[in-house]
């Protein structure tokens, strides 16, 4: 569900919403420019998968050196972190996303009749923003070396499919860079069925 950050800014959970908040929530200008800051849905719901299931809700900077106990899945009523990222689509399935916790509800949610000039897609942040900085007077270089606080180590060295693994292995092993090792072709149709409004009106491919 999108959110307001500024009269010129949108953003969601897991899209970049702490970053726009930290940099965009000042910009007033004299003009009706509106741009809003979206995600590849499926890469989405394994930013939810990696920060609130594998490390329990902790923050990049704050992780344990040990998980111990598995817990309730913070924020949605799931039994508990233990679970693969394919089971958590299939939990996933079972529960209404119009009416999930802000983390999982769909980005179009609050903006669908709003026409925005820019949709500035996470994964192509530093090209799109360029149209955003150009417009209200913001400076381009700044914006795109700024830190990224909540980003989590990832390790490239993992090329096998992980859509299985419980969540354990991945404290012991790390995080693939490549987001698409968590899908299989089931898990992706799942996704893909709950958030397909986000893949048309932001423009991302089901693949």
């Not at 050196?65 to 913070?74: A, G, L």
């Not at 092993?173 to 409004?197: C, Q, T, V």
Request: contains cysteine; aromatic residues 14%; positive net charge.
């Amino acid at each position: 569900m999108a959110e307001k950050i500024s009269k010129h800014c949108w953003a969601t959970p897991k899209c970049g919403i702490s970053f726009a908040k930290q940099n965009f929530k000042e910009v007033n200008r004299n003009m009706n420019y509106r741009f809003i800051i979206v995600r590849n849905p499926y890469s989405r719901l394994v930013s939810f998968y990696v920060n609130k299931i594998i490390f329990q809700a902790d923050p990049p900077w704050n992780l344990k050196s040990e998980y111990v106990n598995e817990i309730k899945i913070p924020l949605i009523d799931i039994s508990d972190t233990s679970i693969s990222f394919s089971q958590f689509i299939l939990e996933l399935e079972n529960l209404n996303v119009l009416k999930i916790e802000r983390h999982l509800k769909p980005q179009w949610m609050e903006v669908e009749n709003i026409q925005f000039n820019k949709i500035v897609k996470l994964e192509n942040f530093n090209f799109d923003i360029r149209d955003v900085a150009q417009n209200l007077g913001l400076d381009y270089e700044y914006i795109i070396n700024l830190p990224k606080t909540n980003e989590f180590k990832k390790n490239s060295d993992i090329k096998e499919l992980v859509c299985d693994k419980k969540s354990s292995w991945f404290r012991k092993h790390g995080i693939p860079k490549d987001w698409r090792l968590f899908y299989s072709s089931e898990n992706m149709k799942i996704a893909f069925k709950l958030y397909e409004k986000d893949f048309i009106i932001f423009g991302y491919d089901y693949n």
